[in-house]
């Protein structure tokens, strides 16, 4: 199994980004989708998720009108646009994967986000 990020980089603050993460190796169907960020001297951080048929999304309260997350089960694909974005924002950002029913999870390898002037 594999989870690829990308689409990750340098941005202003006000800017945008997408990131994308394609999985591999799983019914990706079965699974829902987070993302996770982390900075080099803090804890991995939710951002949200969406179930495995992408009728709902959650986010925690930071990404609340700002981040988007949407799925593509037939590309096997998971996105994260994320928009007006704050030096704050700066973090690697990863996908995770969790069966719906079941046990097994996995997590990509992530990107970094850098958000500065």
């Known amino acids: 199994v594999q989870l690829v990020e990308s689409g990750g980089g340098l941005v202003q603050p006000g800017g945008s980004l997408r990131l994308s993460c394609v999985a591999s190796?799983?019914?990706?169907?079965?699974?829902?989708m987070n993302w996770y960020r982390q900075g080099s001297e803090t804890e991995r951080e939710w951002v949200g998720g969406i179930t495995n048929t992408g009728e709902r999304t959650n986010y925690a309260n930071f990404a609340k009108g700002r981040f988007t997350i949407s799925r593509d089960n037939a590309k096997n694909t998971v996105y994260l646009q994320m928009n007006n974005l704050k030096p704050e924002d700066t973090d690697v950002y990863y996908c995770y994967a969790r069966e719906f029913i079941g046990q097994s999870y996995y997590w990509g390898q992530g990107t970094q986000v850098t958000v500065s002037s």
């Open positions: 190796g799983l019914t990706f169907s079965n699974y829902g």
